[in-house]
């Protein structure tokens, strides 16, 4: 028997109440763990690297542009908003709704890319290498790591979108959206850490 899809762009009248359960699979799960682990690794590292140089830390930090790193979280959590519209509007039956929701969500992460793409060609513009600095060194590790995450969380938000397109999720099939949106989640999440911690705390 194939699994029910989205056949409806309307919501229902009325649906039972759904059973608790752990959003999308336990290997996306066990592959966030990893990722946040490892991140926390590198924050740990900055921390303690910040607290032995507070002073050169912070006159480096002085040259990021907070406005362009305000905007880019701005975005992500806008698309992480719309990533979890997208997966109501699935959860309801409503394909063509959460596929508008996810052009959003993809919009957004293009949006961050772009921004964070221009901001490290001012950087490399001015000589900020791996070496030129402690700081410098962890700024372009800690975000160049979440930049392509960033990517390929929009690679999956793609692959999410062209399968609600072809309606292959559905009330009774959540699995893939569930698991794109916590992995999407996962990188809204490690950029609200960063972003303060890098580029606005002193």
Known sequence: MSTPACTLDA??????????????????????????????VFLVAYAFARSGDVAGF????????????????VLLLTSSFFVVRATQEVAAGACARASGWLVGAIGCGLGFVVIKVFEYAEKFGAGVTLSSSTFDMFYLSLTFFHFMHVLLGLVILTAVWLGTRQRRYGPDNMNG??????????????????????????
């Open 11 to 40: 919501r229902p009248p009325s649906t039972p109440a759904p059973t608790p359960h752990l959003p999308g699979d336990l290997a996306i799960w066990i592959f966030i763990l990893a990722e946040l682990l490892a991140f926390g």
């Open 58 to 73: 912070d006159a480096r930090q002085l040259g990021l542009d907070r406005n362009a790193g305000a905007v880019n979280t």
């Open 177 to 202: 959206i569930e698991s794109g949106a916590a992995y999407w989640h996962m990188v809204d999440l490690v950029w609200l850490i960063l972003f303060p911690l890098v580029y606005v705390m002193r």
